[in-house]
């Protein structure tokens, strides 16, 4: 037979070779199987009943039919052949109601399923949808059940005629479903693959090299301009997401060069002109920065609601509607229109918050207070310990009977936001309604606030900054605060920093530290490095506590010697002391290499904390493998975790849409058979995550300074040695340090410690919206010369 021949046949499961000793396969994982065919389809001889098979596989068990298309790979005259599957998936006929009912029963018991059907008319539309809610309200039908009856059915869906169209160009069948699940149609994914491969970089995980093999496979040309397009709009795009709104020509074209090879100028020209004509992209300077119209607009947007927001002036839009017409509920304009704001005795107020504070506002924070009087956008900067968060606190003190949102990107950040001001406060995307992919309140239905305090803001991103600017109604107060001495964030745009940098709106920088903190050893210690004045002599070695508070300890060695014992030892010191595994936390450089990488730190310390005494479950989270080398961990009930990865499909115990974010911590609570676990996320609350959305999780018992911005802990433990010298900067010592709310120990060697606060951090951002706000100044001036 040819070996490239493709057999087609439905079959049920026979006998599981390997793994051994299972009864069950779990969803895309390697198993050698033998099967019983059933129903031959295309290729097969008429004497064969049964058929050995290997490769990744959808969930197998016994008693369930599977679509299989295969290949011969082995032939052994012993063992006799071997097949590799190209395609499988369960068989599932769903075309009536009854043949419904049949394959949920498979997952739920009989009386449920037919619960279901008494409530519903369409219950696969529910899958369909992932209406988890919905589900839910089946009395017996818990959030873990709906979502793996939801996995039973996106397994069964049928790719094989997507895989006819699309196998032949060596696509796997793990391929062809990502892609169906991306585009919601097979004819979409088909049609895209044939005409313009190169729009598959917007799935994820695939990157431009991947897209140019199917590209190639389809018949596009090396100097195709479909190609030089297609690369100019993914590096655009990446180099946007990463904080650079734009390129110069000359590094465009570099990168150009060095991913494609010689490109005949003329092609290069007649691409550009192309993409100019789409309006693609935006080119500026004489043809010197060229950006991705998407980040242009971007930023010219976040400018204008800026502005709109700081003009104040409220407009209510009227549609263009007869009296006697009614608008559809989905065509309202929603609007709140926020109180007029008359405090004539603000300092009065002033001074009973500092009565009940313990301690005096400093005149830099009073000038604050009354900045925010006569302004409806101001920023609020300053290094650690300047007063940040209590003159805000100052400041909402003057608006007791108004409506005041608190809100910051992380879950930990905003419960920093109520311990510090009393003030309810959320994340971002809870505050906006985050909801199947969409904000509730938005430009069209703003917020019902009058106040907003945004915190942590060198943390969001342009994207989301716009998404909450849009959704305030004018004439609404926004007081933005954050700390630009902190390390840079990785996302597009750099909105707090640019509004700092312009000078445009108004600007408080908090210098002088207060009393109360100047007591302590860890904000001094913080501000010298972020001036980059050494904290100890070249040949300090030992160990010393700073501050009148004894609230800073140094650790430090000369010699090269191991400090992830050292790290260990202060973790179980803090522990005994504080009693509570969220509050304490190790902050390093590294994830993944050296000593003092959070894989190693997180091994040991899961030995002392939460090592394995039973045969409970556990889920394998895979880090790297190269060659022989292996880095994985074994999460367990009761591990604190990280998620790396946004997840916007999570649900909560009501079944409620509950998003999760890269940077969450959270304790495992339950692990399924399945694969299914519960997470008790900061600042979210339990939530299940499905077996595929673990594989983004890890063990966060210490962590990298960049994942723990804006995050702050009871006990922080800062380790910092010489492997991680191309990272190590004063503004991620300092970053680290500022973590820790009580008590701070920096574990470290004399001479990295030292070099990292000589070292700035190199600044690549590339963004338009300081000249934006620059070039538009006349609009608040002329909004300031009404006013007087």
């Known amino acids: 037979m040819d070996e490239e021949k493709i057999l087609k046949f439905e079959c049920t499961l026979d006998w599981i070779i390997f793994p051994k000793y299972v009864k069950k396969v779990e969803s895309n994982e390697f198993a050698i199987f033998r099967a019983n065919i059933t129903k ?36 052994h005259e012993q063992y006799g052949n071997t097949y590799e599957i190209v395609y499988i998936s369960k068989c599932i006929d769903i075309s009536s109601k009854d043949k419904q009912k049949e394959f949920l029963k498979n997952v739920l018991n009989e009386n449920l399923v037919d619960k279901l059907f008494e409530e519903y008319d369409d219950v696969i539309k529910l899958l369909e949808n992932r209406d988890v809610k919905s589900l839910m309200k089946i009395k017996g039908i818990g959030n873990q059940v709906a979502l793996k009856m939801i996995d039973e059915f996106e397994e069964s869906k049928d790719y094989s005629a997507i895989y006819m169209e699309l196998g032949q160009l060596g696509l796997t069948h793990t391929f062809i479903k990502k892609l169906v699940d991306f585009y919601h149609s097979p004819d979409t994914v088909i049609d895209v693959v044939r005409n313009n491969p190169y729009d598959l970089v917007r799935v994820e995980g695939v990157g431009f090299k991947k897209a140019d093999e199917v590209a190639c496979k389809v018949g596009v040309g090396q100097f195709d301009i479909r190609r030089i397009k297609g690369f100019l709009l993914h590096h655009l795009n990446e180099q946007g997401e990463l904080g650079k709104s734009y390129l110069n020509y000359q590094e465009l074209m570099k990168a150009l060069y060095d991913t494609l090879g010689f490109v005949p100028e003329e092609v290069v020209n007649s691409t550009a002109k192309l993409m100019i004509e789409n309006n693609d992209v935006v080119v500026l300077d004489n043809g010197t920065k060229i950006a991705l119209k998407k980040f242009y607009d971007l930023e010219n947007n976040i400018m204008s609601e800026l502005i709109r927001l700081q003009i104040g002036k409220i407009e209510i839009i009227e549609t263009d ?34 009565d009940e504070q313990g301690f005096t506002f400093t005149n830099e924070q009073r000038a604050a207070i009354k900045l925010s009087l006569d302004n409806h956008v101001m920023a609020l900067t300053g290094l650690a310990g300047a007063g940040k968060t209590s003159t805000a606190n100052g ?10 949102l608190a809100c910051a990107l992380s879950g930990k950040a905003s419960v920093r936001i109520t311990e510090a001001t009393g003030l309810p406060a959320s994340t971002i995307h809870r505050a906006l309604g985050y909801q199947n992919g969409q904000f509730m309140f938005n430009k069209l239905n703003k917020l019902a606030v009058d106040i907003v305090l945004i915190d942590e803001a060198t943390m969001i991103n342009g994207t989301l900054f716009l998404s909450l600017l849009e959704a305030i109604p004018s004439g609404a107060k926004v007081i933005i605060m954050g700390d630009v001495q902190q390390l840079t964030p990785i996302g597009n745009c750099q909105v707090f920093a640019d509004i700092l940098d312009s000078d445009v709106l108004p600007v408080v920088k908090l210098t002088k530290p207060h009393r109360q903190a100047l007591m302590s050893g860890i904000i001094p210690t913080s501000i010298k490095v972020a001036s980059q004045e050494q904290i100890f002599s070249n040949s300090f070695d030992g160990s010393v506590v700073l501050g009148e508070l004894k609230d800073m300890e140094l650790d430090i060695t000369g010699n090269k ?38 894989y190693n730190i997180n091994a040991k310390i899961q030995d002392i904390y939460n090592p394995k005494f039973n045969d409970g479950n556990e889920i394998e989270i895979l880090l790297e493998k190269k060659k022989e080398n292996v880095k994985k961990y074994l999460i367990r009930v009761g591990d604190k975790v990280l998620n790396t990865k946004n997840n916007y499909k999570c649900v909560n115990s009501n079944g409620d849409n509950t998003p999760v974010f890269n940077g969450n911590i959270g304790i495992i609570k339950e692990i399924g058979d399945d694969g299914y676990c519960i997470i008790d996320f900061v600042g979210i609350g339990e939530v299940v995550f499905s077996k595929s959305d673990s594989k983004n999780l890890e063990l966060a018992y210490a962590c990298t300074v960049h994942k723990m911005q804006g995050s702050g802990f009871t006990s922080t433990i800062v380790g910092m040695d010489s492997s991680s010298f191309i990272m190590n900067n004063s503004e991620l010592l300092y970053t680290a340090l500022t973590r820790a709310k009580k008590y701070c120990i920096l574990v470290g060697n004399n001479f990295a410690v030292s070099k990292a606060i000589q070292t700035k951090e190199v600044k690549t951002k590339q963004t338009f919206l300081r000249d934006m706000l620059l070039e538009n100044k006349f609009r608040l001036k002329e909004k300031d010369e009404k006013i007087a």
Not at 395 to 404: A, G, K, Q, R
């Open 40 to 75: 031959a389809l295309d290729n097969c001889n008429e004497d064969m009943d049964q058929i050995k098979l290997k490769g990744n596989t959808c969930s197998l068990e016994f008693g369930t039919t599977y679509k299989v298309f295969c290949k011969l790979a082995d032939v």
């Open 321 to 354: 509607t007869k009296d006697d017409e009614i608008l559809p509920e989905s065509e309202l304009h929603m609007d709140y229109i926020p109180k007029s704001f008359n405090i004539g005795n603000w300092e009065s107020i002033v001074s009973r918050v500092e």
């Open 395 to 404: 400041i909402c003190s003057l608006y007791d009977n108004y409506n005041i």
């Open 561 to 598: 010697e191991s400090l992830s014992n050292n790290i260990i030892r202060h973790f179980q010191s803090e522990m005994d002391k504080y009693k509570d595994i969220m509050e304490v936390q190790v902050c390093v450089p590294m994830r993944l290499k050296g000593e003092l990488s959070c």
